[in-house]
């Protein structure tokens, strides 16, 4: 009868399991997948005493770290200011259309308001997202005729 057990060993009263000296219950060294090592431990009957099997530990790949370690090692990108600058050619409302338009969950109270703000001081922030993003939405922007650009934003979101 062969048994895979992981934790806790609960046998019956009559099954023994003999350790040699040097066999160790827990090894941790390097990187293993999972904490708990599965042993198998065959029993030849009550009193007949149990035989523990070296156990297999599954190792990592060299070169391939675990998600923890992946995690730990992505930098966060830094956010970017997609910037809407005043012209003297497109239509107030043609700004609004384009801005809800291109911005994803813009209200066209915002819209109004970063139109208003660009036309008023020669510039506004449509939206401060991730720098692919950024360079999407600059894009778009001026693919329908609108004056933008993108910066890095000090001081994050």
Excluded: W
């Amino acid at each position: 009868m062969a048994t895979a057990i992981s934790g806790q060993i609960a046998l019956s009263p009559g099954h023994v399991l003999n350790f040699r000296p040097g066999d160790k219950l827990f090894l941790y060294k390097g990187h293993y997948v999972n904490c708990g090592i599965p042993r198998t431990i065959s029993a030849a009957g009550p009193g007949k005493g149990g035989v523990l099997e070296r156990p297999t530990i599954e190792r990592t790949t060299p070169g391939r770290e675990s998600e923890f370690d992946l995690r730990k090692s992505r930098k966060i990108a830094p956010p970017y200011r997609v910037i809407l600058h005043n012209d003297n050619f497109n239509k107030r409302e043609y700004v609004v259309q384009v801005l809800m338009k291109v911005i994803p969950g813009m209200t066209l109270d915002t819209a109004v308001n970063v139109m208003q703000e660009a036309h008023y001081n020669g510039l506004s922030v449509v939206i401060v997202c991730a720098q692919a993003d950024a360079e999407e939405h600059c894009m778009q922007l001026r693919g329908n005729g609108l004056l933008s650009s993108i910066e890095p934003a000090s001081g994050g979101c």
